[in-house]
Every structure is written in structure tokens, then in C-alpha cells.
């Protein structure tokens, strides 16, 4: 079965910077887009960044410009860079994986806390 693997969470100070990785265990084909998701306590889980497999960006609105997603395709590996890191942005960060025909794989999130 595959799994989705999320590194790169941690504790960071205001404005510093952080890049996640997510990485599948397995092969997975036929993927359409790749993407970000973070959820904070009481919250909805919210779309971070999202990617297709030609090239086409979205960034919620609250993280564009400061905020860079990227993917290799061919390994179904998918990378959030991640630089002015405010408090709001503390959450974790789940990848999730789209495949062509709607199904799709969660990662088990990594945690990302914003403190001085």
C-alpha cells in the first residue's frame, strides 16, 4: 500500500524559513496534482498550495509570495518551501496526492510551529 511520507516541520522563529518534503513509500500512477494542506486546533484543514502535473500553481491567498510548491512527478515527490513564517502559519501540514480518475493519498502530516 502506499504511503505518503511528510519531513521538514519544526519549530521556527517569525520570518525564518522551513522546506517540507512529502515522498510516496511507492509508485503511483498517473498523477494529476500534488498539493499542501495544514490544519490548526479548532480549524478546517485548508489548501495550502497545489500543482499539476504541468506545471500550474494555486496559493491560497494568505501564503502567496511567501510561500513555493514544487514536484517531481516522476518520483511523486512534492516540496512546500516556505520562507516569512508568521504564527499564523503554525499547523500541520499534510501532502496529499491526486490521481487522474479521483482517487487520492494523504500524508500523515508533520507539525510546523511559528514562536519566538
Known amino acids: 500500500q502506499v504511503q505518503l511520507v511528510e519531513s521538514g516541520g519544526g519549530l521556527v522563529q517569525p520570518g525564518g524559513s522551513l522546506r517540507l518534503s512529502c515522498a510516496a513509500s511507492?509508485?503511483?500512477?498517473?498523477?494529476?496534482?500534488m498539493a499542501w494542506y495544514r490544519q490548526s486546533p479548532g480549524e478546517q484543514r485548508e489548501s495550502v498550495a497545489i500543482i499539476s502535473n504541468e506545471g500550474a500553481t494555486y496559493y491560497a491567498h494568505s501564503v502567496k509570495g511567501r510561500f513555493a510548491i514544487s514536484a517531481d512527478f516522476a518520483r511523486n515527490a512534492v516540496y512546500l518551501q516556505m520562507n516569512g513564517l508568521l504564527p499564523e502559519d503554525s499547523a500541520v501540514y499534510y501532502c496529499?496526492?491526486?490521481?487522474?480518475?479521483?482517487?487520492?493519498?494523504w500524508g500523515q502530516g508533520t507539525q510546523v510551529t511559528v514562536s519566538a
Open positions: 496529499r496526492v491526486f490521481k487522474i480518475g479521483g482517487a487520492n493519498y
Open positions: 511507492g509508485s503511483i500512477a498517473n498523477v494529476g496534482s
